[in-house]
């Protein structure tokens, strides 16, 4: 069996993204936020840690049986007798996870072929990062006049890897309508106060389908609603593009409060995301 030998320059580039400084590839700074990841919130489930009790506000099975029966002796006489007026429900803690809306540009304004193969690349990253860190994650990809739903928000996102191999690009590319989609779900999210939403967009900055006004101008109004509701906001450009796009992502990750990274030089673009999500979370 033959093994193919890496060109010295291929080697060299590989050996470079092992090491991705991700700070380099960071362009743009938002605004710091209060750290939210992992800090201790409410469950709305019967997963996390048994704090203290409350009085039931609605049904559940989360009783709190030790709670309950100290209601119960204090307004017992001799035997302990548990009345409904007694039962007492279970608070649980957890640390606040991520949850994350890709979304995608699966457009044809980038060369189909190898564009396909990155952003494979970069959303099989993405899953097993999201995977390992017990992150929920929903994937958005905006071609034609619409987007369209390739993952819908989960926790077990490895199970839907064929949604991912029949991915195809090409079309026209309607940025706003990818962005108020992803707006829309992780408004949803923040509502819920267990998860702090993240929004990753990654596109070339070449937006050219309105919603309303302009294909610019609705993508930046969206932005500017997702930073109202301080909606952490990442974009990346992954692909060669030309310095208009360049300047459209920074605007958009401008308005939105957000951050901007250019991976464009980098072969494997997808560990790098991986790593650039490390790093925001420490900043989430």
Known sequence: MKFKTLKKEDQNVEAQEDEVDVKKLLKMKGKKKNRL?????????QKGRYIKS????????????????????????????VKSEDLRHKIRKHGARASIVMLVDISGSMVSDR?????????????????????????????????????????????????????????????AAGMRK?????KKEKLKDEFVPLLLILSDGMPNVAVKEGPIKDALSIAEKIKNKEIHTIVVNFERSVRYGHEVNMELALAAGGRYYDLEELKDPGRAVSKILDYERENL
């Open 182 to 186: 992803g707006y829309e779900i992780l």
């Open 37 to 45: 990841y992992g800090k201790r919130v409410d469950s709305k489930t």
């Open 115 to 175: 564009k396909a193969n990155r952003l494979k690349g970069i959303l099989n990253s993405v899953i097993e990062d999201t995977d390992r860190h017990q992150d929920r994650i929903s994937v958005i990809g905006f071609k034609g006049e619409e987007a369209e739903i390739i993952i819908p928000t989960t926790r077990r996102a490895a199970s839907f890897r064929e949604q991912i191999d029949n991915i195809r690009v090409g079309g026209t590319t309607p940025l």
């Open 54 to 81: 409350k009085l039931p506000k609605n049904s559940s099975d989360d009783v709190a049986i030790d709670a309950t029966l100290r209601a119960a002796a204090l307004s017992s006489k001799g035997q302990i007798k």
